[in-house]
């Protein structure tokens, strides 16, 4: 059974830091496509970052380009999200998402939260102004 479990989550002033992690059983960390996404309330959920396990980093929204670095741990089976230079309008419920897929696969299609077979249950991130 898979299982993708979010943590790191918090509440921190704007210009703080918090790091995210994802942690995956159930799959052989590797060829996974893997995402980072959320969603404010009243809004669509959107796609943060994406990797893949292979070694390539995919993604990053144009909103966190400079500020979030996403990366793996293989042997820990984890996923991270450095969040750097927070900003109140980063406030979301966190997700991580994870899909075995190839790298061209997640390259061209995995743009979005529903085509991931496996998702976690959230981590809050609150940023105060």
């Known amino acids: 059974q898979v299982q993708l479990v979010e943590s790191g989550g918090g509440s921190v002033q704007a210009g703080g830091s918090l790091r995210l992690s994802c942690t995956v059983s159930g799959y052989t960390f590797s060829s996974l496509c893997m995402g980072w996404f959320r969603q404010a309330p009243g809004k669509e959920r959107e796609g943060v970052a994406r990797i893949h396990t292979d070694g390539s980093v995919i993604y990053y929204a144009d909103s966190v380009k400079g500020r979030f670095t996403i990366s793996q741990d293989n042997a820990k089976n984890t996923l991270y999200l450095q969040m750097n230079s927070l900003k109140p309008e980063d406030t979301a419920m966190y997700y991580c998402?994870?899909?075995?897929?190839?790298?061209?696969?997640?390259?061209?299609?995995?743009?979005?939260?529903?085509?991931?077979?496996?998702r976690g249950q959230g981590t809050q991130v609150t940023v105060s102004s």
């Open positions: 998402a994870a899909q075995l897929a190839t790298m061209s696969w997640c390259r061209s299609y995995a743009r979005q939260y529903n085509q991931y077979n496996d």
